[in-house]
T-cell receptor, first 113, second 114 residues
Framework: GDSVTQMEGPVTLSEEAFLTINCTYT??????LFWYVQYPGEGLQLLLK?????DKGSNKGFEATYRKETTSFHLEKGSVQVSDSAVYFC????????????FGKGTKLSVIP | DAGVTQSPTHLIKTRGQQVTLRCSPK?????VSWYQQALGQGPQFIFQ???????QRGNFPDRFSGHQFPNYSSELNVNALLLGDSALYLC?????????????FGPGTRLTVL
């Protein structure tokens, strides 16, 4: 079945550091890939997405490139801020008529001043 | 533009009781999905409703049931509550059946079973 594997957290970075959160997936067909962010006490917000191979999703300084050959969708940001502290989830929706999202376990990011 | 809303925010129940959670989709959306997020885990898909029918179901027992109303709002019902049902229950909405575009999530209902 479909699955998403994210790097284990928590991740603690200093402000302005470079961020990478690794995400790899197993899926049937050609999935769409997503990064969602969850701030403390809140629901999930879509951060970015990519729907086909080699697409790059970007938003708020975050980027991720859909790599079909390595089945990966790593999240990156060049300079993190304290306000980026949250839990980040990688997710996929696979195949045509995909009715559900399959999520990774999440990676908690803490950014310290 | 109203986003996805859920009620109540928090709920405390005891084992064996029944609970109903409610969700209103984002304006213009007609499809509602429910997810269970245990503490420290990613959300797990429960089921999806479209045109007032359950269209797909995840690996959850029949104690979990739902309903969609003509105005597209939805309810999640859980019978015979177990301690393990304690979780954040998230509702998500989108337009049409497929989620390859974007699902928008509500803030969730935190259910505690004692």
């Amino acid at each position: 079945g479909d699955s998403v594997t994210q790097m284990e957290g928590p991740v603690t970075l200093s402000e302005e550091a470079f961020l990478t959160i690794n995400c790899t997936y197993t899926a049937t067909g050609y999935p769409s890939l997503f990064w969602y962010v969850q701030y403390p006490g809140e629901g999930l917000q879509l951060l970015l997405k990519a729907t086909k191979a080699d697409d790059k999703g970007s938003n708020k300084g975050f980027e991720a490139t859909y790599r079909k050959e390595t089945t990966s969708f790593h999240l990156e940001k060049g300079s993190v801020q304290v306000s980026d502290s949250a839990v980040y989830f990688c997710a996929l929706a696979s195949g045509a008529g995909s009715y559900q999202l399959t999520f990774g376990k999440g990676t908690k990011l803490s950014v310290i001043p | 533009d109203a986003g996805v809303t859920q009620s109540p925010t928090h709920l405390i129940k005891t084992r064996g009781q029944q609970v109903t959670l409610r969700c209103s989709p984002k304006s213009g959306h007609d499809t509602v999905s429910w997810y269970q997020q245990a503490l420290g885990q990613g959300p797990q898909f429960i089921f999806q409703y479209y045109e007032e029918e359950e269209r797909q179901r995840g690996n959850f027992p029949d104690r979990f049931s739902g309903h969609q109303f003509p105005n597209y709002s939805s309810e999640l019902n859980v019978n015979a509550l177990l301690l393990g049902d304690s979780a954040l229950y998230l509702c998500a909405s989108n337009l049409g059946l497929a989620v390859r575009d974007t699902q928008y999530f509500g803030p969730g209902t935190r259910l505690t079973v004692l």
